[in-house]
């Protein structure tokens, strides 16, 4: 029987090792999942303050960046104040409104108006184009682009403020 528990004694004594060897193992994992959870944590944080700075930096928008300077332009032109109305719907229409009075509605006084849309090519790089007046069927009407009035013709803007002020509507107080 001594025999046996000899032996019994020496497999528990093996397996003890190994399960020892095993768990200094499974200890150091567990060090190094702790040191990554921590980078990991450090790197978070490091990314969420650089997106907070990114949201910080400035970012220009067409309406702020071509609309409201031809706006500005068109103005001084003309000897006319100006506002700018949009942008509305999916097409982005921004509107550019000059009238002899700002605090005068523009339904109620003579305006001079061109109505523009952000267009993008292939690149990414802006096209303003500007509505005429005619219109096509293209849109069935109710549907999503018939109430976002994309059965107007645009045309791209011209490169000249002489041709794009050619282009200015007039229209008439309402009664």
């Not at 969420?48 to 930096?57: D, H, I, R, T, V």
């Not at 942008?87 to 229409?93: D, K």
């Not at 109430?147 to 007039?170: F, H, R, S, W, Y």
Request: charged content about 25%; proline content about 3%; aromatic content about 6%.
């Amino acid at each position: 029987m001594l025999d046996i528990i000899t032996a019994f004694n020496q497999l528990q004594r093996t397996e003890k090792s190994v399960r020892d060897e095993h768990q200094a193992i499974i200890n150091r994992a567990k060090e190094n999942v702790t040191v990554a959870e921590k980078r990991l944590q450090k790197a978070q944080t490091h990314v969420e303050k650089l997106e907070q700075q990114l949201n910080k930096l400035p970012h220009t928008g067409w309406v702020d960046g071509v609309v409201e300077p031809l706006a500005k332009v068109l103005a001084e032109r003309t000897g006319l104040h100006w506002d700018i109305y949009g942008p509305f719907g999916v097409m982005c229409e921004t509107s550019i409104y000059l009238m002899r009075d700002k605090d005068i509605s523009i339904t109620k006084q003579k305006t001079l108006a061109i109505r523009l849309e952000p267009h993008y090519d292939a690149h990414g790089d802006l096209i303003v184009r500007y509505r005429t007046c005619e219109t096509t069927n293209e849109y069935q009407k109710g549907s999503i682009g018939w109430m976002n009035g994309m059965n107007c013709v645009t045309e791209p803007l011209p490169d000249t403020i002489k041709e794009i002020q050619a282009l200015l509507i007039e229209s008439e107080a309402s009664s």
